[in-house]
């Protein structure tokens, strides 16, 4: 069962596009999981949508007002060339274009929530970290890293912190850590208060944000240190 | 259907209104939101339904002002503003059908699309080939691509069984399973018949074809 959620204020940045965009994919990836966040999505857009329209409207200037007479000619007019039809069906084209609903990691297929889907295209090719780790980036315009990551069966990552947030989002497998266990659809956002060595009885495929790079904190990882932007 | 357009704009559009109108509150009475709520709702089902002008002339008026104040906090820029205006009024024209009036009321459909096209609009601005749009994000217009799933037959079934499962849904989603497939309607007749938008339609064969799914298979 889901246990791990994006926070309330989280939910209202995405209802108000103020996430960034590695983020928003999380969030919308996870409301694909989860109903319940879906529900609660759905309440802050009807709040938004209340306050947006009792909101005071008494400001808009004469010249906006004289431009809305042709705006309404505009649109009513625009409709008689455009059948709704066509449009459905040219925008279906476009999206399986744009879409491939299953990533390929080593020969094995796993299929990815609705708003991924549109990553798969923009993924960069499979590359194997440390031991049973493999990285693959992806290119959301974002100002954070964002990646797919795979832990191998018995696949571990040494003790660490984040100097930033990361958000790991399970898509397939599981993996534990100190805290406890994630399966699909778990929101995990973990910062520099949390210190964890997460690992993987199965395997466990995850879309990571990340807006800094891990710090290896123990013994012998701290000499990954110099190479922890491999994970960013 | 028929309403001229001219005569629809001089009686709902009147720019001296600017001046005329009193400073309002900041904030509309609870009554005040249910009524224009409720007005927003049967006007965008008749431009679903009917392509009713008049209707759509309606939530014009009454929404475009408030959708440019929304622009300008979003964009901050009045050419981007009326930009958004237009297309989210647009929009609202276009795919009127698309609207699921179980799922929200009209001013939360609009008010989405309008975050939408805002979205969409800044992120164009700032970077041409931006892979991550809107709709990836907030479906909000895309036509599910479960529907495609969702015209199977359920064949090899005996059709009491079926019939039986029928029955026992809730009474919006049988009516829209009953029209599709037993009285062998298109989505489009089966949305005339009952009055409602397109998007309502598949959006309760949806839901229907998912408790049916549970129940008998």
Not at chain 1, 100 to 106: D, F, G, H
Not at chain 1, 123 to 147: K, Y
Not at chain 1, 198 to 210: A, E, G, H, N, R
Not at chain 2, 198 to 207: A, C, E, N, P, Y
Request: hydrophobic share 40%; proline share 3%; charged share 25%.
């Amino acid at each position: 069962m889901i246990q791990h959620h994006p926070s309330q204020n989280m939910l209202i940045g995405f209802v108000n596009a103020d996430l960034s965009n590695g983020t928003s994919l999380a969030v919308s990836a996870h409301l694909e999981f989860c109903s319940e966040c879906q529900k609660q999505v759905e309440q802050i857009e009807a709040r938004m949508a209340e306050q947006f329209i009792s909101a005071d409207d008494t400001s808009a200037d004469l010249s906006f007002c004289e431009a809305k007479e042709d705006m309404l000619k505009a649109i009513l007019a625009s409709a008689k060339d455009e059948t709704h039809g066509a449009d459905v069906a040219r925008s279906r084209k476009t999206d399986e274009l744009l879409r491939n609903s299953e990533i390929i990691v080593n020969g094995q297929r796993f299929e990815l929530p609705r708003p991924l889907q549109y990553t798969v295209k923009q993924t960069g090719s499979w590359q194997q970290v440390i031991g049973e780790i493999w990285r693959a980036p992806v290119n959301v315009d974002g100002v954070e890293r964002t990646n797919y990551i795979m832990m191998e069966k018995g696949g571990r990552i040494a003790e660490h912190t984040h100097t930033g947030t990361e958000i790991t989002l399970v898509l397939a497998g599981s993996f534990s850590d100190e805290q406890g266990d994630y399966v699909p659809g778990d929101f995990i956002v973990t910062d520099g208060t949390v210190k964890h060595q997460p690992y993987s009885k199965d395997q466990c495929l995850c879309f990571t944000v990340l807006d800094k790079p891990l710090h290896f904190t123990s013994g012998m990882a701290r000499l990954l240190n110099p190479f922890s932007h491999l994970f960013f | 259907m028929t309403v001229s357009t001219n005569a629809v704009l001089s009686s709902e559009i009147g720019c001296s209104r600017i001046e005329k109108q009193p400073t309002a509150g900041k904030t509309m009475q609870t009554s005040d939101l249910k009524k224009h709520q409720d007005e927003l709702n049967d006007a965008l089902i008749k431009v679903a339904v009917h392509r009713d002008e008049k209707a759509f002339a309606f939530i014009f008026d009454l929404l475009s002002d408030k959708l440019r104040a929304f622009a300008m906090t979003k964009l901050r820029n009045d050419a981007l503003a009326r930009e958004l205006v237009q297309d989210t009024l647009m929009t609202v024209w276009r795919k009127a059908s698309m609207y699921n009036i179980d799922k929200g009321a009209a001013s939360t459909w609009i008010y989405t699309i309008a975050r939408n096209l805002a979205f969409d609009l800044l992120r164009r601005n700032k970077n041409k080939e931006s892979q991550v749009d809107a709709e990836v994000l907030w479906p909000v217009i895309s036509d599910d691509v479960q529907d495609r799933h969702d015209e199977q037959s359920f064949a090899g079934l005996d059709s009491d069984t079926l019939k039986q499962a029928v029955n026992n849904l809730p009474d919006p989603q049988r009516q829209v399973v009953e029209l599709l497939f037993f009285a062998e309607l298109t989505q489009q007749q089966t949305a005339d018949k009952l009055a409602i938008p397109v998007g309502t339609v598949k959006s309760r064969l949806r839901l229907a074809m998912a408790r049916l799914r549970g129940q008998i298979l």
